[in-house]
Every structure is written in structure tokens, then in C-alpha cells.
């Protein structure tokens, strides 16, 4: 009975929403297992801003965040390809490719996606940059339950991951939001001045769950 209760306790704890500021999840090597499980109370999504940070010398394909339902493995997903300057923005099952960014290896980089059930439009935010509007999916939510998981691509919603789709480095500060934010907020986020916390995902409440080998470390872009 004593261990049961323990357990219970322990299990009530993982639960609670951390405070992460000034803290990273490490990704220290490719594998078709190991991520972060991002738990939300949203369930039904009629826009969507994802907001993090990251850094990596990865030159192939990966994902830095991937929501999935059971109608949609990549109901929202923002894509990092082989390719120097493109990215491929999901939602829906839907995606657009965006080039021409300043994308460089082993720098920190901010970057925000936003997308609008009514409209259909999809834009990305390198640094602070907006690239071009694009349409993506109109006319349906994205309806969970949601899964959201960072450090790997879901090819069904909790798994179906690629150990060539994994992501290694370092990631931070993941914000998201029930509508596009303005691109002021966009800019003062990558500029790290004063915005409103995400409504969705809150880096200083965040409820997660870590599988296999992804450490907490400080933020090694934070002077301390």
C-alpha cells in the first residue's frame, strides 16, 4: 500500500506544469524513440501560433514540432528540410514550402509559424522575418485529442517516428496560442522583449513528459 501511494504521489508530481525559463531540452542524438510530450487542455483549434527556439548542425530533414490528431498526422508541423533555406509548414495534412530565409547552421534561431483555419493562410517567422502568406488548408479545425511532441515526426498521431526525421540539438522557449499572433509579438519574442505567454503551451507552465535520453539543461544562450 505504502509503494502504491508513492507511486500515485510521484505520478501526481511529474503532472504539475514546470517553470522551464532559462532552461533547454537537449536532444543529444539521432533516434527513432526519444522525445517530449506536450500536454494542453485545448482541444479544438481554429488558428494556431507555435513560437521556440533551437540550435543544430543537422544538414538532413527533421521536425522541431509536430501536433497530430487521429484524422491528421500532421495536423500542425513545422518542417526543417535538407535543403539550406527551406522549410515545409502543415496543417490540416496540408503543407507549403517557404525559401529564401537566413537559415545557418549552429546558430540559435527563433522561428514562429502561424495558420488560420478561416483563411487558409500559413506564414513563417525566421529571426523575426516573416516569409510570404500562403494557403494551406481552409474550412475544418484541427480537432483532437492532440498530440504534441517535439524531437521527432509523427507519422501517426504518437508515433510512426524516423530516426532521419529526429531532431539533435538543443531547443527552447516553445510558445503557442489559439489565434495568429501580430507580428510585433512575433518580433519582440525574437528579439526575447516583453510578449504575452502563450494560451496553448506556456514555457513557464509547461506540462510535459520526457521519453528516453533528452536532458533539462540551463540555456546556454541565457547570460547569466
Known amino acids: 500500500m505504502v509503494a502504491l501511494l508513492l ?8 503532472a504539475i506544469p514546470q517553470d ?21 487542455s485545448r482541444q479544438n483549434l481554429g488558428a494556431v501560433t507555435v513560437c521556440l527556439r533551437f540550435f543544430t548542425d543537422l544538414k538532413r530533414d527533421y521536425s522541431l514540432f509536430s501536433l497530430a490528431t487521429p484524422s491528421a498526422s500532421n495536423d500542425f ?12 509548414v502543415w496543417a490540416r495534412n496540408a503543407f507549403a514550402t517557404v525559401v529564401g530565409q537566413d537559415y545557418k547552421l ?6 514562429c509559424s502561424t495558420w488560420d483555419a478561416t483563411s487558409g493562410l500559413m506564414q513563417l517567422w525566421l529571426d ?5 502568406r500562403k494557403f494551406v488548408s481552409s474550412g475544418s479545425n484541427i480537432n483532437g485529442p492532440i498530440i504534441i511532441v517535439l524531437g521527432q515526426e509523427q507519422d501517426s498521431d504518437g508515433g510512426g517516428f524516423d530516426i532521419k526525421q529526429s ?9 503557442m496560442w489559439d489565434y495568429t499572433l501580430l507580428p510585433c509579438e512575433i518580433k ?6 516583453s510578449f504575452t505567454p ?13 521519453i528516453g535520453r533528452v536532458l533539462i539543461e540551463d540555456d546556454l544562450n541565457v547570460c547569466w
Do not use: R
Open 128 to 132: 523575426g522575418k516573416p516569409s510570404s
Open 77 to 88: 508541423l513545422i518542417y526543417k528540410t535538407a535543403v539550406g533555406d527551406e522549410f515545409n
Open 106 to 111: 549552429n546558430t540559435w534561431h527563433s522561428v
Open 188 to 193: 519582440n519574442y525574437a528579439e526575447q522583449l
Open 198 to 210: 502563450g494560451n496553448v503551451l506556456n514555457w513557464e507552465e509547461l506540462d510535459f513528459q520526457i
Open 167 to 175: 531532431f539533435v540539438g538543443m531547443m527552447s522557449n516553445v510558445h
Open 7 to 14: 507511486l500515485v504521489v510521484l505520478t501526481a508530481c511529474s
Open 20 to 40: 522551464l525559463s532559462n532552461k533547454m531540452f537537449t536532444f543529444p542524438q539521432e533516434t527513432n524513440s526519444s522525445h517530449v510530450k506536450l500536454t494542453t
